[in-house]
């Protein structure tokens, strides 16, 4: 919307500045004409009036060049009515040439035509008597010879000199007429470079509005290109530019019949990051992922952000058997930890690979391949998983799962596993660990794995483990109604670490079902109390005041400093299975399987050991002072019906009293 009205004012700016120039080019064009349109009418005023005057001022040379003639003709006539003639034409000569001289004179003058007309004047009139003398001797004196002589001395050099100022007169008004011409070709010549300059520098604008124009325009393209077609966060190919490179790898590996790969990344940890640390620090872990990824690939491979914390490799000539080697690849690159001030965060990440053209032949399918066996490789834990088409009904329908998780809370169709806990000192089972299932109408028994993250989005978590609460409660108290002593122990999700109704709830729950506080055991993960530090701090404390068991679930794999769970009231410690299953070959698990139940001991806190799934592993735990052991070696989760037979009937079972309560 901000942007829209940016672009409205560049735009209006723009015709704004088009529509100056249009109207300066006009007014001035205005100008241009109307100057030229008044030089040419003083031009021709002035040509004129110069003709006319130009005109009399012959009229006035030729009268006197003819009254001359008559004057030489005069004296030499000898016949009467001849000479008569002769002397009307010489008068009729000066009759035209006062009446020219007259016009002339009521003409618009200039000074100097003014002066030479004064001039003119005199002179004539000073003249008059001498050119007068030669007709009336011409008619009275016989001699023509003194006629002559007098024309030659007297007369004819007055005359001469009227008409040499008639001629300075033309001169005259020729200069001015001439003057008037250059003057007005100034003028053109004048708005002409004006025209000229104008019109230059609307063409300058022209071009510069143009440029800007272009210039906006291709950024404008250009910023609209890597908005479409690269990830803001990472500048990495986006979603749509990657189909691009699907698409044109496609062609490529047909024309050479090559095979190509495309791995969907996803990492493991990421929400607990974002979660945990903040969204400044996810987006810091999504850029060094997208620039380790690129490192760790060739030139012509593709990495591509699809969003969140999605990725996708596009794998140049790969064929199926060396997915491992780019999956190791891949891992590699994560393996080194992520450093944010002094926290060093561990992310893992599943992958899941999907061939061109053994598997899928088109784009879309091969990301869709890709992401089914992503989901697969989530899901076993196992790092990565190449696609087959019998993956497909583990796909994402994930949408419709959590859409039915709501109803499958209200009609039963939840159910506890119990997985019995093994006191070492006894060695007899001193307490459960409930285990939700999902009974699902048409896919069957769902482990927690599938539905607990779902149930954590669409905000079922506290009816969930309301419902378990409940259920497991209920089972203690039965279980305890029959002489067996034992606690129970219940996981929390981070997301109830965020309801401050908890510990009421809890509290309602065991008034309800009758179980001493101190029987139920919540088992948290270390990364759950640090997603919300302060609520769940003031849940946990709130818990521990009412009496409850706090065990730190999972221990090991998070990245909590121990410094702060110190200062949890936490009563145990609970072992991540991943340390334990392997503790016998990997003798770095071994060293924190000790390290941990020293710390804890020293803590004073107590130390469950979870995957136990040898002898081997149950004697080095006892050899270590471990507390606790949990585990297939010893017991299986089993549903409640089992549950009392295998108390009955296993070796880790108590020598147990008939009594009410054991406790
Ligand atoms: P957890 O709390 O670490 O539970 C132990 C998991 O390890 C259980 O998986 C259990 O079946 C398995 N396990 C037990 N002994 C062994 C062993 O010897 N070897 C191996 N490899 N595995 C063993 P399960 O039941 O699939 O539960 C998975 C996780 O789901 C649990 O991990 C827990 O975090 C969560 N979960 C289970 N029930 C609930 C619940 O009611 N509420 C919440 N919020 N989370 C639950
Ligand atoms: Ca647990
Ligand atoms: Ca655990």
Redesign the pocket.
């Known amino acids: 919307m901000k942007k829209n009205t940016r672009h409205l004012g560049i735009g209006a700016r723009i015709w704004g500045g088009f529509v100056v120039v249009l109207a300066l080019m006009v007014a001035l064009g205005a100008i241009g004409l109307r100057y030229v349109a008044e030089a040419n009418q003083r031009l021709k005023d002035i040509t004129q009036t110069n003709n006319v005057k130009i005109e009399l001022a012959m009229e006035m040379h030729s009268a006197l060049r003819e009254r001359a003639i008559s004057m030489h003709t005069l004296p030499s006539l000898v016949d009467a009515f001849e000479k008569d003639d002769e002397i009307q034409r010489f008068n009729a000569e000066a009759t035209r040439y006062t009446k020219a001289r007259t016009r002339l004179e009521s003409m618009p003058l200039s000074p100097q035509e003014r002066e030479i007309l004064a001039k003119i004047f005199k002179m004539t009139r000073e003249a008059g008597s001498a050119v007068q003398l030669v007709v009336d001797r011409s008619i009275f004196i016989d001699d023509p010879a003194d006629v002559f002589e007098w024309i030659r001395h007297v007369a004819m050099p007055r005359q001469s000199a009227i008409a040499e100022q008639v001629n300075l007169l033309l001169d005259l008004q020729r200069n001015q007429t001439a003057a008037a011409v250059r003057d007005a070709e100034n003028s053109f010549s004048r708005v002409r470079n004006l025209m000229l300059g104008l019109g230059t520098a609307a063409l300058l604008t022209g071009i510069m509005i143009a440029g800007f124009v272009g210039q906006r325009v291709t950024r404008q393209a250009r910023q609209l290109e890597t908005q479409a077609m690269y990830d803001q966060l990472t500048g990495l190919p986006n979603r749509s530019l990657l189909h691009d490179r699907l698409q044109h790898e496609i062609g490529l590996s047909k024309r050479e019949h090559a095979s190509f790969g495309v791995v969907l990344m996803d990492l493991d940890r990421f929400k607990e990051v974002n979660d945990t640390l903040g969204h400044g620090v996810g987006d810091e872990v999504l850029r060094e992922v997208g620039h380790r990824l690129k490192e760790a690939i060739r030139a012509e491979d593709t990495v591509a952000r699809l969003g969140g914390d999605e990725y996708v490799l596009l794998i140049h000539k790969l064929e199926p058997e060396d997915a491992a080697l780019i999956a190791n690849k891949i891992f590699a690159a994560l393996d080194k930890p992520f450093h944010w001030q002094n926290q060093s965060i561990d992310l893992g990440a599943s992958l899941g690979l999907s061939f061109y053209p053994s598997q899928c032949d088109d784009a879309s399918s091969l990301l869709r391949c890709a992401d089914i066996a992503m989901y697969v490789a989530k899901r076993s834990g196992q790092g990565y998983a190449l696609y087959s088409p019998d993956q497909e009904h583990t796909s994402r329908d994930d949408l419709s799962l959590k859409s039915e998780l709501r109803e499958a809370i209200q009609s039963d169709q939840l159910s506890?596993?119990y997985?019995p806990q093994i006191d070492h000192l006894s060695r007899r089972v001193s307490g459960l660990?409930?285990?939700?299932?999902w009974n699902h109408p048409s896919r069957g028994l769902l482990?927690?794995?599938q539905f607990?993250p779902l149930a954590e989005d669409a905000g079922l978590?506290a009816p969930?483990?309301h419902w378990?609460l409940k259920t497991a409660l209920a089972q203690l108290v039965a279980l305890q109604k029959k002489g067996y002593a034992l606690t129970m122990a219940?996981?929390?999700?981070a997301r109830?670490l965020h309801d401050m109704e908890l510990p009421a709830s809890i509290l309602a729950l065991l008034a309800e079902s009758g179980v001493a506080p101190q029987d139920l055991i919540l088992?948290i993960?270390e990364s759950a109390v640090m997603t919300n530090p302060s609520n769940g701090l003031t849940i946990l404390t709130e818990l521990d005041r009412m009496g409850v068991t706090l065990a730190i679930?999972?221990f090991g794999t998070g990245y909590s400093s121990l410094a702060y769970l110190k200062r949890l009231p936490v009563d145990e410690l609970?072992i991540?299975?991943s340390f334990v299953?392997d503790m016998e070959e990997n003798d770095n698990d071994a060293v924190i399987v000790r390290s941990t139940i020293d710390l804890a001991h020293n803590l004073g806190l107590k130390v469950t050991a979870?995957?136990?799934?040898t002898q081997g592993a149950w004697d080095l735990l006892e050899i270590l002072g471990c507390d606790n052991s949990?585990?297939?070696?010893m017991g299986?989760?089993m549903p409640a019906e089992k549950l009392e037979a295998w108390l009955q009937a296993s070796a880790w079972s108590g020598v147990w009293t008939n009594a009410r309560t054991a406790r």
């Not at 660990?433 to 299932?437: H, I, K, P």
């Open positions: 506890l596993y997985q660990e409930a285990l939700v299932r482990a927690p794995d607990i978590i969930l483990t378990v219940v996981n929390l999700s109830n088992e993960t679930d999972d609970k991540d299975k299953t979870e995957g136990v799934e949990q585990g297939y070696f299986k989760p």
